[in-house]
């Protein structure tokens, strides 16, 4: 009879990734609960462990689960949407963004996320950091999100954004519901749960709310969640308002440290890159999100060049890191006009950098299989059919992983999907939901 506290997902390609980065034919991965307990040969590890569960990898890759840096699960219903076109930043947010989250009820926002979470199991996610907003629907919120969490068994850290672009009530709502998560967080067993204090951006964050929200993350021993000059305005109005610039802002108010993300970095400047770095502050990159916005390109070969800490996130684009990993190589490219340079930056702010901010975040080390380590793994259809080592890993990833479906995907042990089939959800089901759903939300959205 199978152990079923035991699994060994077999007979495929071990990626390791961290720092043995090794590479395995016919690898397996052997699970004891929620951790790895030994990697190794296949045949070797199915000799001492006849009992454990065989999920036979069929020569495919197995590699660590992808890690989303930033995401918003609550533009999930924008899918269709039709609204005013924009001429800029600002606009985006006001025809769009701004009216979207408004119209979001509870319900919403519930199923908002379980769309996303699904569709990041598929693509092998198995961590994301969320950055959330429902102005209508603040309070309960985080809760509802962090249900769909605990449920789906993916791991995520979860933050609302606040902001005084909804009155006062709205920023005092924000950082109660901020508080709330933190509690649970605290209280939470599973160790898939994290916390940080979101902000919107520094131009809808007064100086009051600013203190309050820093204060909070102080109290909770944790960081700021934060957009951080991804448009000029941001810079325009924070010199305008305050005198300094965004980045001068949030340090001089103590918003920066090595728990804190910057989200966007696009039009900072040199002397706030350095406070940056001398901060240690994480900086959180998202080209398609960028591009999309035309508000330009992060000069982040600049920034990893000065030892910033430069993650990967998706802005709510998508759920699927190998979308995003590509846009950020071929950016690179465009931006330079030099086919040479960001292969490995791309590649390594997904694969090392996301790796050390979750790892930091959730206190275990994520984003590698390593014995000891939480059992967060990936089956890819991917079968090299060109030489893999551990030299050429980033290749096969960008070129071979990111080219196939997922096939199986497993978080702390548990199998939340294999072949192709969802474990901890009904897609139809949800799916069906949200169809149901949605075009009441699209109604009070067109109503704004
Ligand atoms: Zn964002």
């Not at 950091?129 to 605990?150: C, F, M, Q, Y």
């Not at 991804?230 to 440290?257: I, M, P, T």
Request: hydrophobic share 40%.
């Amino acid at each position: 009879m199978a152990n079923t506290d035991q699994k060994l997902v077999g007979n495929g390609w071990v990626v390791t990734l961290g720092e043995d980065n090794r590479v395995i034919e016919k690898g397996g991965v052997l699970i004891e609960g929620t951790t790895v307990k030994e990697i190794g040969a296949t045949e070797d590890l199915k000799a001492r462990y006849p009992e454990a569960r065989f999920i036979d990898a069929k020569g495919r890759t197995i590699l660590p689960g992808f890690i989303c840096a930033h995401h918003h699960l609550y533009s999930t219903f924008a899918c269709g949407i039709s609204c005013k076109p924009s001429e800029n930043f600002v606009q985006i947010l006001e025809n769009l963004w701004w009216k979207l989250d408004r119209a979001l009820t509870l319900e919403d926002v519930e199923l908002s996320a379980l769309i996303p979470i699904a569709r990041a199991i598929r693509a092998g996610t198995t961590t994301l950091l969320d950055h959330h907003a429902s102005p209508s629907a603040i309070l309960g919120s985080l809760g509802g999100i962090g249900d769909v969490v605990k449920k789906t068994g993916i791991r995520a850290s979860l933050c609302y954004e606040i902001t005084d672009r909804n009155g006062e009530q709205g920023a005092d709502e924000g950082l109660k519901e901020s508080r709330e998560w933190l509690k649970r967080v605290k209280r939470d067993k599973s160790g898939r749960l994290h916390g940080l204090v979101g902000l919107h951006a520094a131009m809808t964050v007064g100086e009051k709310t600013l203190a309050r929200s820093i204060e909070l993350a102080k109290e909770f021993d944790t960081g700021l969640h934060v957009h951080v000059a991804e448009d000029k305005a941001d810079e325009d109005d924070s010199v305008q308002k305050y005198g300094k610039r965004v980045v001068e802002r949030l340090h001089a108010a103590g918003g920066l440290g090595p728990k804190s993300m910057a989200i966007h970095c696009i039009h900072v400047d040199d002397r706030e890159i350095d406070l940056l770095r001398e901060t240690n502050t994480i900086v959180v990159h998202n080209p398609q999100s960028n591009m999309n916005n035309a508000v330009g390109a992060a000069r982040i070969l600049d920034m990893i060049g000065r030892g910033i800490r430069v993650g990967l996130g998706t802005d709510g684009m998508t759920s699927d890191m190998r979308e995003e990993v590509r846009a950020a190589l071929w950016l690179r490219h465009h931006e330079h006009k030099d086919s040479r340079v960001g292969f490995v930056e791309a590649a390594l702010a997904l694969l090392k950098t996301n790796a050390e901010i979750a790892s930091a975040f959730f206190g275990k080390p994520l984003g590698r299989i390593a014995v000891g380590a939480p059992a967060d793994l990936i089956v890819s259809d991917h079968i090299p059919f060109t030489p893999l080592t551990p030299d050429n890993v980033l290749g096969h990833v960008i070129f071979g992983v990111a080219a196939e479906p997922i096939n199986t995907t497993i978080v702390d042990g548990k199998i939340l999907m294999h072949d192709k089939k969802l474990k901890t959800l009904d897609w139809e089901e949800v799916s069906e939901r949200a169809a149901k759903l949605s075009p009441e939300t699209w109604k009070r959205f067109a109503a704004l």
